[in-house]
Nanobody, 126 residues
Framework: QVQLVESGGGLVQAGGSLRLSCAAS????????MGWFRQAPGKEREFVAS????????YYADSVKGRFTISRDYAKNTVYLQMNRLNVEDTAVYYC???????????????????WGQGTQVTVSS
């Protein structure tokens, strides 16, 4: 049973930083792509970033490129999302997700991801 548990969300002022963590368990993720999506109130869930677990290749949405960094810690089975220069438009619930197909480039479609965490709220104040 795959489990993804996010942590690290909170309230931050515009221009600040947060780091989200996703603890993954239940199987070996070496062939997976791990990703982050987000969903703001009244909006569709959207792709943020993805990482190929095996080699660490990364892929970002244009809206976060240069501000967010996705990484993984092999030993801890944990994926991170470092978010810098946050703005009000980044306010959303952030979800960790896993795609067992592991294709590259990763899909930006939420229905192609197999496992999801419960989400963590990120609120950016102006």
């Amino acid at each position: 049973q795959v489990q993804l548990v996010e942590s690290g969300g909170g309230l931050v002022q515009a221009g600040g930083s947060l780091r989200l963590s996703c603890a993954a368990s239940g199987r070996t993720f070496s062939t997976y792509n791990m990703g982050w999506f987000r969903q703001a109130p009244g909006k569709e869930r959207e792709f943020v970033a993805s990482i190929m677990w095996s080699v660490g290749a990364t892929y970002y949405a244009d809206s976060v490129k240069g501000r967010f960094t996705i990484s993984r810690d092999y030993a801890k089975n944990t994926v991170y999302l470092q978010m810098n220069r946050l703005n009000v438009e980044d306010t959303a619930v952030y979800y960790c997700t896993a795609d067992k197909s592991g294709g590259w480039p990763p899909s930006r479609r939420k229905d192609e991801y197999d496992y999801w965490g419960q989400g963590t709220q990120v609120t950016v104040s102006s």
